[in-house]
């Protein structure tokens, strides 16, 4: 008898375990998931025992910042686009929906999942570092406001512009570059800036490959919002702009 119970207990452990991301049985559940977070994973397999699928639960348990999921209905494969098993990435910043199809995949390992979910983590605020530069300068959205800042992270002008990114969702991304970190000296010299003139702001333009600071005074978000809007509009690019370098640079 205590076998049976103790077998019971273990199947329900195992089952309990095995159910770690939530199942998107329609449209609506769907929707309602991928809007619910900056940055949504979902992977549409036709069943647990798929190609990929195992490497996809182990990769997702590994990011525990990542809202991620399961759909195995094909209604809901079809509103996305989804025509065979894929791990979809959805952003809110760059209104971006980044598929990687299970079939087209040279090498499918956990380790590997792990780096394409982080590459792509691009949030309403994304800390710029070697890794997440790859996904940066691979959006379709080719303008960064750059807060440049001492503090990384834990400075709270952050917020403020977290507060203002979504205003600017497919439009401008917006990017937090330590500048107390020695590996992005080279994003403060591009901008002829040093540690102690930060914080500041600055705008990046991969596609004209031409750069904006804001001028020194206080971060404010009116101040912020209208230095967005001058350049969405074109005015900014009227000004004489900082240092316009001969070639293509990636920071």
């Given amino acids: 008898m205590m076998f049976l119970i103790a077998f019971s207990l273990f199947i329900v452990c195992m089952t309990a375990e095995d159910e770690v991301l939530p ?3 329609d449209v609506e559940s769907a929707e309602v998931f991928i809007d619910s977070s900056e940055v949504s994973v979902v992977g549409f397999f036709e069943n647990d025992e798929a190609h990929g699928y195992s490497e996809f639960i182990a990769a997702v348990k590994q990011i525990e910042t990542l809202s991620a999921a399961v759909c195995t209905e094909k209604e809901v494969w079809a509103k996305y686009g989804i025509v065979s098993d894929t791990i979809s990435i959805f952003r809110k910043a760059d209104v971006f929906q980044k598929n990687l199809q299970i079939a087209e995949a040279k090498k499918l390992d956990t380790d590997g999942l792990v780096r394409f979910l982080i590459i792509n983590d691009i949030r309403y ?3 710029y570092n070697q890794v997440s530069a ?4 691979q959006s379709d959205v080719m303008t960064h406001l750059l807060l440049l800042t001492n503090r990384g992270s834990s400075d ?5 512009l977290r507060a203002l990114a979504p205003k600017y969702s497919g439009k401008i991304l917006f990017v937090l570059v330590n500048g107390g970190d020695k590996s992005n000296a080279r994003v403060l010299e591009y901008f002829s800036l040093k540690s102690r003139d930060l914080p500041r702001i600055g705008i990046y333009d991969i596609e004209s490959d031409q750069k904006w600071l804001l001028p020194q005074g ?3 978000t009116e101040r912020v919002q209208n230095f967005c809007d001058s350049f969405l ?5 009227k000004q004489t702009e900082t240092e316009r370098p001969e070639d293509k640079t990636e920071l």
């Fill in 233 to 237: 509009s074109g005015d900014l690019q």
């Fill in 134 to 137: 790859v996904g940066l300068f």
């Fill in 156 to 160: 709270p002008l952050q917020e403020k």
């Fill in 23 to 25: 199942r998107l049985n």
């Fill in 218 to 220: 206080e971060i404010s």
């Fill in 125 to 127: 605020i994304t800390e």
